[in-house]
T-cell receptor, first 112, second 114 residues
Framework: AQSVAQPEDQVNVAEGNPLTVKCTYS??????LFWYVQYPNRGLQFLLK??????LVKGSYGFEAEFNKSQTSFHLKKPSALVSDSALYFC??????????FGTGTRLTVIP | DGGITQSPKYLFRKEGQNVTLSCEQN?????MYWYRQDPGQGLRLIYY???????QKGDIAEGYSVSREKKESFPLTVTSAQKNPTAFYLC?????????????FGPGTRLTVL
C-alpha cells in the first residue's frame, strides 16, 4: 500500500532562514508525490508535485521539493522563510487509480 | 479555494440528527472527494466519485452517505450512525483520470455535535 510519513509535527524557523519540512514515502512502483498547504480554517492549496524528471521540483510561493529515490524522501524547502509561510503542510502520495494518501501534517511556525 | 464551494461553513448538530454538507464545483471536474480532518490525523478519505451516479467508499465510510446525481454536486450526509462526527470536512475535485492531476479543495465545513 502507498503511504507517506511526516516525522515532525511541528517545525519552528526564524524569519529569513531556510526551512525544510520532511516527508518520506513508501510505494510500490513509481511514486507520484504532492505537497499541499493549509491556512487556519481553510481548505488545502496545492504547492507542487513530482511525477517524473528533475529531482528538484519548483512550486508556488517560492517553495521547492527535492525527490530522493534512495532515501525515499520528498522534503519541502524554501531558501528564506516568511512569517506568512506559517501554516500546516501536508505531503501526499498517489494511492490507487485516482486517490491520494495524505500524511498527518507538519505545522510550520516562522518566528519574526 | 478555486471553483469549489462548501456550505455551510459552520454546522451544529444535535446527537441523533442527520445533517447534509453541500459541495459544488464549477470546474467541470469528473472526480470528487470527501475527506475528514481531525487534529493530528491528517486527512482521511470518506467517499469518492469518479463519474456521475457512481461512488465508492473510502477508508472511513461508516456512518456517512453520499450521492452524485449531477457532475457539479457531491453532497455528504452525516448520519446518526456516525459515532464521533465532530470534525472539519473537506471536499475536493480532480480534473480527470490522469495520474498527475492534483486535487482542488473547497474551504471546508466545521461540524460540531452538541
Amino acid at each position: 500500500a502507498q503511504s507517506v510519513a511526516q516525522p515532525e509535527d511541528q517545525v519552528n524557523v526564524a524569519e529569513g532562514n531556510p526551512l525544510t519540512v520532511k516527508c518520506t514515502y513508501s510505494v510500490s512502483g513509481n511514486p507520484y508525490l504532492f505537497w499541499y498547504v493549509q491556512y487556519p480554517n481553510r481548505g488545502l492549496q496545492f504547492l507542487l508535485k513530482y511525477i517524473t524528471g528533475d529531482n528538484l521540483v519548483k512550486g508556488s510561493y517560492g517553495f521547492e521539493a527535492e525527490f530522493n529515490k534512495s532515501q525515499t524522501s520528498f522534503h519541502l524547502k524554501k531558501p528564506s522563510a516568511l512569517v506568512s509561510d506559517s501554516a500546516l503542510y501536508f505531503c501526499a502520495v498517489k494511492a490507487g487509480a485516482n486517490n491520494l494518501f495524505f500524511g498527518t501534517g507538519t505545522r510550520l511556525t516562522v518566528i519574526p | 479555494d478555486g471553483g469549489i464551494t462548501q456550505s455551510p461553513k459552520y454546522l451544529f448538530r444535535k446527537e441523533g440528527q442527520n445533517v447534509t454538507l453541500s459541495c459544488e464545483q464549477n470546474l467541470n471536474h469528473d472526480a470528487m472527494y470527501w475527506y475528514r480532518q481531525d487534529p493530528g490525523q491528517g486527512l482521511r478519505l470518506i467517499y469518492y466519485s469518479q463519474i456521475v451516479n457512481d461512488f465508492q467508499k473510502g477508508d472511513i465510510a461508516e456512518g456517512y452517505s453520499v450521492s452524485r446525481e449531477k457532475k457539479e454536486s457531491f453532497p455528504l450526509t452525516v448520519t446518526s450512525a456516525q459515532k464521533n462526527p465532530t470534525a472539519f470536512y473537506l471536499c475536493a475535485s480532480k480534473a480527470g483520470e490522469l495520474y498527475n492531476d492534483e486535487q482542488f479543495f473547497g474551504p471546508g465545513t466545521r461540524l460540531t455535535v452538541l
